[in-house]
């Protein structure tokens, strides 16, 4: 099994910054994707970023140019860094990774981290 911890999430200022990792541990697994969702009330869970194990990333148009997502594979952790913040970027994030157990491939999910964005 993977388990994800998540942190970086917090209040912050309309055009400020924030950085969210996402680190998978566990033991026997091989990581192919990482994946940050966000999702707000009665809203239905959206992706955000995406990268590969070839380091191909996605992004949802509505953060092109804001948000940069990465990842450490020595340390199994992903990043989102989250730029010129808005309050419609408030939502709780969840960081999401495929990864490979033997013959398995299945998505694990982190807790979730809460980002506000207000004045």
């Known amino acids: 099994q993977v388990q994800l911890v998540e942190s970086g999430g917090g209040l912050v200022q309309p055009g400020g910054s924030l950085r969210l990792s996402c680190a998978a541990s566990?033991?026997?697994?091989?990581?192919?994707?990482m994946v940050w969702y966000r999702q707000t009330p009665g809203n239905q869970r959206e992706l955000v970023a995406s990268i590969t194990n070839g380091g191909s990333t996605i992004y949802a148009d509505s953060v092109k140019g804001r948000f940069t997502i990465s990842r450490d594979n020595a340390r199994n952790t992903v990043y989102l860094q989250m730029n010129s913040l808005k309050p419609e970027d408030t939502a709780v994030y969840y960081c999401s990774v495929a990864a490979r157990l033997g013959i398995i491939l299945a998505d694990y999910w982190g807790q979730g981290t809460q980002v506000t964005v207000s004045s």
């Open positions: 566990g033991s026997g697994f091989s990581i192919n994707a």
